[in-house]
């Protein structure tokens, strides 16, 4: 779960290499986009975590507001 309100660090780095090392599924899940929606779109994020986290470009991402429960239906699903 990453935070569309900060840039990613080093720390989310970390954890996908983590991730990847193991072998786990994987999907990307980008919370508080109900901040930053009105300043950019899915798909110009989901091109920036892609040039960002280039190991996960096989990775679903499902944009969502988890205090507003938006999205959530899409990350349970």
Not at 54 to 60: D, V
Request: hydrophobic share 50%.
């Amino acid at each position: 779960v990453f935070d569309a309100t900060v840039p990613l660090s080093q720390v989310d780095h970390q954890l996908v290499a983590e991730v990847l090392r193991h072998f786990r599924p994987v999907a990307i899940v980008v919370n508080k986009w109900d901040l930053v929606a009105e300043k950019t779109t899915e798909e110009a994020f989901a091109e920036y975590i892609e040039k960002d986290l280039k190991q996960l470009t096989f990775a679903p991402i499902v944009f969502i507001a988890a205090a507003k429960a938006e999205g959530m239906r899409e990350v349970l699903g």
